[in-house]
């Protein structure tokens, strides 16, 4: 009997454990996302002097504008670089794809399950706002297709046209590493100087 317990006991407390590491993980999380929006609402802040495109160098892991999504209500830091650390910030920016103004494939990605919660709601037509500290630019989604997780050919850092690209997991709802990833392409409607 006193074997049953014990091993109820340590059932029980590798659970609250389990559970307290995973909250602590989306505190810290949403922590570092509210970090990262407020640096780039700074950036881009309206009255602030705007830099020329030429002075905009972001490091790795800094915010380097805003994502507004007016559609699903979401205001996103971008932060450059993809890797994990970035990605818990923010909308990463792929080191080597372009920003707006600069006439190339701009790629952006997020996790399905934090900033890019609702991008399945998104639709053709639908506007995404990309505020940087030299301007404001205004994307009109265009199209979307889904790709294996592996498959990295819609990353072309193609550098004849202006296109915006977003990547996110995908099944939305899948637990785990999802074996796909969801794309939407949008062109540039209109700009702010």
Known sequence: MKLTKLIAIVIVMSGIIILGIG???????????????QAAKELVQEGKPKLNKGQFKPN???A???????KIKAELAIVEGTDPDDLEKG??????????EENGQIVLSGHRDTVFRKAGELE?????TMKMPYGEYTYEIVGT??????DTSIITLQNTEEELVLTTCYPFSYVGDAPDRYIMYA?????QE
Request: hydrophobic share 40%; aromatic share 10%.
């Open 23 to 37: 909250l602590w993980q989306l505190w810290d999380i949403k922590k570092q996302e509210q970090i990262s929006l």
């Open 60 to 62: 790795t892991g800094e």
């Open 64 to 70: 380097a504008g805003l994502l507004v999504i007016p």
């Open 91 to 100: 909308v990463g920016h792929y080191k080597g794809s372009y920003y707006p």
């Open 124 to 128: 053709i037509g639908d506007v995404l």
């Open 145 to 150: 297709k889904i790709v294996s997780a592996d």
């Open 187 to 191: 062109k540039r409607v209109s700009d």
